[in-house]
T-cell receptor, first 112, second 110 residues
Framework: DADVTQTPRNRITKTGKRIMLECSQTKGHDRMYWYRQDPGLGLRLIYYSFDVKDINKGEISDGYSVSRQAQAKFSLSLESAIPNQTALYFC???????????FGPGTRLLVL | SQELEQSPQSLIVQEGKNLTINCTSSKTLYGLYWYKQKYGEGLIFLMMLQKGGEEKSHEKITAKLDEKKQQSSLHITASQPSHAGIYLCGADGNTGKLIFGQGTTLQVKP
C-alpha cells in the first residue's frame, strides 16, 4: 500500500463550489505539506503543518484553507473555487526539517 | 527569499547520449533534493545532498553539490527512454520547507 495517499485523484468542479482534497499517510511523520503544480512554475507551497496543532501559510495560501485532523490526515479546502485554481495538487510528508519529503500521487483539479 | 533556477528548461537527447541538468540557488543550500516526475504523476525521490562537494550515484544518475553549496548538477549517463520525464530540484533553506525549481523536461528519442 502507498505510504501517502490522496483523494480524489481527479476532480472537475464549477466556479464558486467548495471542494476538499484529502491526504493520508502511514509513515508516522509529523510534518505534512500541500503543494500545487502549474506548467512552467514548478511546485509551490500552499500550507504546511509541523504537527497536529500547527498550521502555517506557504507561498500561495490565498483562497485555500487546511485542516490537520490527526497526525496522519491533512486536508486542503477551496472555499469558493475559481478557474485559476486548476492545477495538479500534491500532498507530502517528512520526518523532520532536513529530511526527504515523500509525495502522494497528486490530485488533478479542473475548475470550470 | 531563496529561489532555485534550473537549466535547461527542456532537453531532447538521442538515446545513449549523456546529459546534465543544473540547479542554482540564490542562497546557501542546506539540503538539495532531486525528484523525477512522469508527466502528470507523482514525484519520485532520487537523491538528497547535504555536504559541500558531495556526490551520489544511483544506477546511471549522478548528482553533485558544489563546494559552496549553491549549485547542484544531475548527470545521466547513456540515457534511455525510461529516463524521460520532468526533473525537479528542491531545496531546504533551513526553514523546514522545500522550495522547488521550475523543472526540466527531458525527452529521450529512441
Amino acid at each position: 500500500d502507498a505510504d501517502v495517499t490522496q483523494t480524489p485523484r481527479n476532480r472537475i468542479t464549477k466556479t464558486g463550489k467548495r471542494i476538499m482534497l484529502e491526504c493520508s499517510q502511514t509513515k508516522g511523520h509529523d510534518r505534512m505539506y500541500w503543494y500545487r503544480q502549474d506548467p512552467g512554475l514548478g511546485l509551490r507551497l500552499i500550507y504546511y503543518s509541523f504537527d497536529v496543532k500547527d498550521i502555517n501559510k506557504g507561498e500561495i495560501s490565498d483562497g485555500y484553507s487546511v485542516s490537520r485532523q490527526a497526525q496522519a490526515k491533512f486536508s486542503l479546502s477551496l472555499e469558493s473555487a475559481i478557474p485559476n485554481q486548476t492545477a495538479l495538487y500534491f500532498c507530502a510528508t517528512s520526518e523532520g526539517a532536513i529530511e526527504t519529503q515523500y509525495f502522494g500521487p497528486g490530485t488533478r483539479l479542473l475548475v470550470l | 527569499s531563496q529561489e532555485l533556477e534550473q537549466s535547461p528548461q527542456s532537453l531532447i537527447v538521442q538515446e545513449g547520449k549523456n546529459l546534465t541538468i543544473n540547479c542554482t540557488s540564490s542562497k546557501t543550500l542546506y539540503g538539495l533534493y532531486w525528484y523525477k516526475q512522469k508527466y502528470g504523476e507523482g514525484l519520485i525521490f532520487l537523491m538528497m545532498l547535504q555536504k559541500g562537494g558531495e556526490e551520489k550515484s544511483h544506477e546511471k544518475i549522478t548528482a553533485k553539490l558544489d563546494e559552496k553549496k549553491q549549485q547542484s548538477s544531475l548527470h545521466i549517463t547513456a540515457s534511455q527512454p525510461s529516463h524521460a520525464g520532468i526533473y525537479l530540484c528542491g531545496a531546504d533553506g533551513n526553514t523546514g520547507k522545500l522550495i522547488f525549481g521550475q523543472g526540466t523536461t527531458l525527452q529521450v528519442k529512441p
